[in-house]
């Protein structure tokens, strides 16, 4: 009698997850203050701006992206997650290479550093 075929368990692996880092100081944040932070610490950076209601559908990279809001709302999509973060001036996330994301700005729009490394 044959043995039965063995099964092997598919490997896990963590789930990357964001990082969110809300705004904590008193002034409303200055792009370049917050640009010459980031290239300190190694980032390209580029500011980005998006009119109302205006965003990108979900999509993927192969390299880490920041999004940090110097102005307006922005909503990061999360699909994978089934969930939405909602970012107002200050407020920064760090999404780890691969992770599904899209954006939507806010009803007066939204502008924001955009960082990889």
């Keep these: 009698m044959k043995a ?5 368990a598919f490997p896990e692996w963590p789930r990357p997850a964001p990082v969110v880092t809300l705004w904590e100081g008193r002034d409303r944040p200055d792009a370049e203050t917050l640009r010459a932070q ?3 610490d190694g980032y390209q950076v580029v500011q980005w ?3 109302p209601a205006e965003g990108f559908p979900p999509h993927v990279h192969i390299y880490p992206e920041l999004l940090w809001v110097v102005a307006g709302e922005l909503t990061v999509l999360l699909p994978a997650e089934d969930r939405m973060l909602d970012l107002a001036p200050g407020d920064r996330v ?4 691969g992770m599904v994301h899209g954006t939507m700005a806010g009803a007066d729009g939204a502008t924001y550093l955009l960082a990889t490394r």
Excluded: N, Q
């Design 38 to 40: 980031l290239a300190a």
């Design 94 to 97: 760090e999404l780890p290479a």
């Design 4 to 8: 039965p075929p063995r099964v092997l």
């Design 49 to 51: 701006s998006s009119g």
